[in-house]
């Protein structure tokens, strides 16, 4: 099993920056990759972005230009920057981690207010 425990969600205006955190943790996989996927109210669970074990780094159309996902493999954590908020990325965003089968997170709650 692996464990993620995901932080750094909050109330942020309209434009701003936010930070998120995922740590990975139990019998994790040199080999995986590890995502944010978002879901706003009454709409679908959407990909935001991935980060595989090499580094690799995969944006939604909405993602690029403003977000930015990272990770650290010696913590076993994937980060995601997200610059110049708008209030249609307000959602529960949920860290992924995909090796044998899917792992999630149990969300966190970004609010961008107009």
């Known amino acids: 099993q692996v464990q993620l425990v995901e932080s750094g969600g909050g109330l942020v205006q309209a434009g701003g920056s936010l930070r998120l955190s995922c740590a990975a943790s139990?019998?994790?996989?040199?080999?995986?990759?590890m995502a944010w996927y978002r879901q706003a109210p009454g709409k679908q669970r959407e990909l935001v972005a991935t980060?595989?074990?090499?580094?690799?780094?995969t944006y939604a159309v909405s993602a690029k230009g403003r977000f930015t996902a990272s990770r650290d493999n010696a913590k076993n954590t994937v980060y995601l920057q997200m610059n110049s908020l708008k209030p249609e990325d307000t959602a529960v965003y949920y860290c992924?981690?995909?090796?044998?089968?899917?792992?999630w997170g149990q969300g966190t709650q970004v609010t961008v207010s107009s």
């Open positions: 980060v595989s074990s090499g580094g690799r780094t």
């Open positions: 992924n981690y995909r090796a044998v089968r899917d792992f």
């Open positions: 139990g019998s994790t996989f040199a080999v995986n990759v």
